[in-house]
């Protein structure tokens, strides 16, 4: 190609004239990088991985184990039931607070039993096998009674009861607790559902023949007298005078 300036007839690679300078044919086309739209398209990734990371460290991943919303989802009934029966109630102290003051007592429920009481006298006529009935006595259960129709007999660490026949003495140790369901009818307390935590030992003469877990024991139905510091329940077999210690459950 002639250049049309000088005359001249060579270019170089950018169609220039070799003597002049002046630009003869048109420049080569540019070159493409290769990597231009990969790096492009990674540095976006890597954007929305970083902008991923900091929305999971501000929320704090997943959701923790005393989240409110999980909390409030639990069943307070099974909750309240595993509790009770892991612990029992507590030996001689005071009930807690009544969980639903407005609520009023189950109508076959007599409001004066409800309340902590305190055996200061037990009298009863028990089996023993291959011996017979005879009398004993002691002192120490706590019995509890809540508005929604539910007992507790607590012996705590130890309630002893002890008697004879004949030369021979016997005495019987409970520890632990026996829940009932209970209702007051025509002046009786009637008890069912019993479950129990514990355990009972028989000693004869100081020598203990057995001990095992506490007896889920039925108890036939007890007659009611109950006043506003003091209580006695009897039946053919049993005299039990209590002494309130705290208000209604």
């Not at 095992?212 to 039925?218: D, Q």
């Amino acid at each position: 190609m002639r250049c049309p300036r000088c005359g001249a007839t060579g270019v170089d690679a950018q169609g220039r004239c070799l003597r002049c300078g002046l630009q003869v044919g048109a420049p080569p086309p540019a070159q493409r990088n290769p990597l231009l739209i990969p790096g492009i398209v990674f540095a976006v990734v890597a954007v929305l991985m970083i902008a991923a990371i900091i929305v999971y460290a501000a929320t704090g991943g997943d959701q923790p184990a005393d989240d409110p919303v999980a909390a409030r989802t639990a069943d307070p009934v099974a909750t309240a039931a595993a509790s009770e029966t892991a612990t029992g109630p507590s030996a001689g102290t005071s009930p807690s607070a009544d969980p639903s003051p407005s609520a009023s007592p189950s109508p076959s429920t007599d409001s004066c039993i409800l309340g902590v009481w305190f055996e200061e006298q037990h009298n009863e006529k028990i089996t023993v096998p291959n011996t017979g009935v005879f009398p004993v006595h002691g002192s120490g259960t706590y019995q509890r009674y809540s508005y929604d129709g539910v007992a507790y007999f607590d012996y705590g660490s130890g309630v002893r009861l002890s008697g004879t026949s004949g030369s021979t003495a016997y005495e019987f140790i409970y520890t632990g607790f026996i829940r009932y369901s209970y209702r007051v009818e025509n002046g009786e307390v009637i008890y069912s559902n019993p479950r129990a935590q514990g355990t009972e030992t028989l000693y004869r003469d100081g020598g203990q023949v057995y001990t095992g877990k506490l007896e889920a024991r039925n108890i036939p139905s007890r007659k009611l007298n109950c006043g506003s510091v003091a209580m006695s329940l009897t039946s053919a077999d049993v005299s039990i005078e209590l002494k309130r210690t705290s208000a209604r459950q």
